[in-house]
């Protein structure tokens, strides 16, 4: 024991660690303590606000399969992210490009794409909500009554009241939000490679193509999977913009919304809680092996 | 620096002493002094009437101060989310607003309001309420809430000018007729036979057509424990709904209720099943109402083979287990269950007093065939399942995501299967 307590040695941890502890002590009771609470609910089987917690050995986690509204709402979630998240990446990657090239007035043009993240889902919903109305031509509003206009009628559709691909549609909203700030991260991205790089390559008689191909992409890979991570995670929680757009119902019903439903409307706490921990764990599956990853990579840029 | 903290301290404690010293006013029936009264009427007309049922409240009872924690939005899914909670946190309003009958179901199993059988007994209300509304409320024999006002469910509203073009005279009196008019529509003109809103418009619509093809009693019968929903009589009736509901619109989905009333007053469509806070909605000035004529802008009739039948719903009041100032709960009650305060409300929110002895000179339009209809010895009542009369929170979420599948899948068998299934789960 040589490291005995001091008073000069406590001066040096115990400022910092004054200065952290009352968010370790907010973040361990509001997050870590009613996730725990979460779990414990979602194990038990109180179903209503009566019965004893007690414990039913996650029986719930098999039973919420049989509700029938979880099986679609399960789908919808993930086709809404694999709409959402591709869409975003892909046109906020593509924008980034573009004023990577060199526009005139990128930064004027760097802020509207930046600008619909400052509204939220629920004033943007509203807006989606009329314009992507499936009336039929005669009573047509909004996206449809629009295309009716030009003269391409054929694009008009049912738009998230579509049998199968409706979310697909929901995903739209969600892409026009967020692709400006993919774009503001891949931007940085690009901006981070050294122009010295690009030069060599150029050098060495690489082709424009080439140097994106083998140079400048490579090094996106960080930003990419950073921006997997931050959609996909909005993705699976996704619940104001389609209470906005949809309301309660099951042409769009997803996790978040059963979960509301479940402990609000039908008062079924165990449920509501199964669900939660479902998209906790969901979203521990894709924000865990990036943690891992990160921490990782960290290291090894240390050493 | 120290002095002023400790004149502050001071300034604290008196102030804390004052006030728990006010709670002194106790009578026996609980603390008096204040009430505080939850509820979602924040709306226009409900808003009004809560004002002038508080006034009169005010002045009975000068010495309890009125709080008024109405909660706005979702017309009143928000307040039933901070209500939850507050039950949950043991600390219930002094008197919170609920639809009457198997909505609050929930709180009476939790223990969470009180049974109101000797309230009733002392005021002489059991008298007062028609004796079918008591039954319906009525959960093992005892009567946990205190209806203020009534609505209608089963109304039909529909375009006269778009009828005459199709060539229907008058409003359909059974189902099969109303399934011929809504093909006649469809046939003869290019408006919109049935506006119908978003998922939950699709509920009340069946449960309009249950009670149009079952009639009254069977319907009534059906929220019963080991009631039958395999009858053939139940696959009729969701057949028929099947059938209705290819006469609605593809937008469905995105129009509130009001969208779908609307419809009908701007000569698109030609009927709409919907309650009768229509009746408000189309006649009231702007911005709130469309400020619309009856007679030639609408008309109205019961739905279709439910005429005689008075399906009905009701904003009510409870008294919460251990309310903090409990002889001002009971003191609001009293103004919620009498013929004064009933009076003064209903007229403003646009429905009719759920006791038999309302004053019918304050009631026109709409509002006296309403009445007529209600304190008519004739009428028979049946429970709004979906507006909380007859299906508990788990049943009514349970039917609703089965109308829900069903509007995906259009499959009747299925949609019976799991009407079959809710009520077998949600056995009261």
């Known amino acids: 024991m040589s490291r005995r307590w001091t008073p000069r040695r406590a001066r040096r941890w115990l400022p910092g660690l004054l200065l952290v502890s009352p968010s370790i002590v907010a973040i361990g009771l509001f997050v870590y303590g009613l996730i725990f609470w979460n779990t414990r609910v979602a194990v038990s089987g109180r179903h209503d606000e009566i019965t004893p917690y007690g414990f039913d050995k996650g029986k719930n986690f098999v039973d919420l399969w049989d509700e029938p509204s979880w099986p679609p709402a399960v789908r919808h979630a993930l086709l809404f992210t694999a709409v959402f998240v591709g869409g975003a990446l892909l046109l906020g990657a593509f924008l980034a490009f573009l004023m990577e090239k060199g526009v005139k007035a990128e930064a004027g043009f760097r802020a509207i794409y930046l600008f619909p993240m400052a509204i939220s889902f629920i004033a943007s919903g509203v807006v989606w909500r009329w314009l992507m109305n499936p009336a039929p031509p005669e009573r047509a509003v909004g996206l449809n009554q629009l295309f009716g206009r030009v003269g391409l009628d054929a694009l008009a559709n049912d738009w998230w009241q579509h049998q199968r691909w409706g979310m697909a549609a929901m995903a739209l909203p969600a892409i026009w939000q967020m692709s400006g700030y ?3 991260l891949y931007l940085a991205g690009f901006r981070a490679v050294p122009e010295d790089l690009r030069e060599a390559a ?67 706490p165990a449920n509501g809680a199964t669900i939660a921990t479902y998209l906790l764990l969901a979203v521990a599956l894709l924000v865990i092996p990036y943690l891992v990853w990160s921490v990782r990579s960290d290291r090894r840029d240390r050493a | 620096m120290r002095g002023r903290w400790k004149a502050l301290a001071a300034a604290t404690l008196a102030g804390v002493l004052a006030v728990s010293g006010c709670g002194g006013g106790d009578d026996g029936g609980g603390d008096a002094s204040q009430v505080e009264v939850f509820s979602w009427w924040t709306g226009p007309g409900e808003a009004d009437g809560l004002a002038a049922m508080q006034a009169h409240f005010e002045k009975a009872n000068p010495g309890t101060k009125f709080v008024n924690a109405a909660v706005a939005g979702g017309s009143g899914t928000q307040a039933k989310a901070v209500l939850a909670s507050r039950l949950q946190n043991r600390k219930p309003p002094d008197s919170f607003q609920g639809h009457a009958g198997a909505e609050l179901l929930d709180y009476i199993k939790a223990g969470q309001i009180e049974p109101l059988d000797s309230f009733y007994e002392d005021n002489n209300l059991k008298q007062a309420y028609p004796q079918q509304l008591l039954e319906q409320i009525s959960y093992q024999g005892k009567i946990y809430s205190v209806p203020v006002n009534i609505h209608r469910s089963n109304m039909l509203w529909y375009n006269p000018k778009i009828l005459e073009d ?33 998922q939950w418009t699709a509920d009340h619509l069946l449960e309009n057509v249950l009670l149009g093809d079952l009639g009254t009693d069977a319907y009534n019968a059906l929220w019963k424990p080991g009631a039958d929903w395999s009858s053939p009589a139940v696959t009729k009736a969701l057949t028929d709904f099947a059938e209705i509901m290819k006469y609605t619109t593809q937008e469905s989905a995105s129009s509130e209720w009001q969208d779908a009333a609307k419809a009908v007053v701007d000569g698109k469509a030609a009927f709409n099943i919907m309650g009768d806070w229509v009746y408000g909605y189309y006649v009231n000035p702007g911005p709130n109402g469309l400020g619309k004529k009856l007679d030639t802008d609408f008309k109205y009739a019961a739905a279709p083979g439910t005429d005689g039948t008075y399906m009905w719903l009701s904003d009510s009041f409870t008294l919460p287990r251990n309310a903090p100032h409990r002889g001002g709960a009971l003191a609001w009650l009293k103004v919620a269950g009498s013929k004064e305060g009933q009076d003064l409300f209903n007229p403003k929110k646009g429905s009719i007093p759920a006791r038999k002895d309302a004053d019918k000179s304050l ?44 509007l995906q899948n259009k499959d009747v068998a299925k949609l019976q299967q799991s009407l079959v299934a809710a009520a077998k789960n949600s056995a009261q």
């Not at chain 1, 996909?232 to 099951?250: E, N, P, R, W």
């Not at chain 2, 059974?174 to 036979?193: Q, R």
């Not at chain 2, 009542?381 to 829900?404: E, M, P, Q, R």
């Open chain 2, 166 to 198: 199709a060539g229907i005279d008058g409003p359909p009196k059974t189902i099969a007729e109303f399934i011929t008019a809504l093909k006649a529509v469809d046939d003869k003109t290019d408006k919109v036979p049935l506006s119908l809103g978003i």
């Open chain 2, 363 to 406: 009631y026109k339009g709409y509002l006296e065939y309403a009445l007529n209809e209600w304190t008519s010895p004739d009428t028979k009542l049946a429970g709004s399942f979906w507006h909380g009369v007859y299906a508990s929170n788990k049943w009514h979420t349970d039917i609703d995501t089965a109308v829900g599948l069903f």
């Open chain 1, 202 to 268: 150029r050098v060495d008689g690489a082709s424009e193509w080439k140097v994106y191909r083998h140079v400048v992409i490579p090094q996106l890979r960080p930003v990419t999977l950073s921006a997997l991570i931050i959609l996909g995670h909005i993705s699976l929680k996704v619940f104001d913009l389609i209470m906005a757009i949809a309301g309660k119902q099951i042409i769009t019903y997803v996790p978040a919304i059963a979960t509301y439903v479940e402990v609000f409307d039908s008062h079924d």
């Open chain 1, 182 to 184: 993919v774009m503001a």
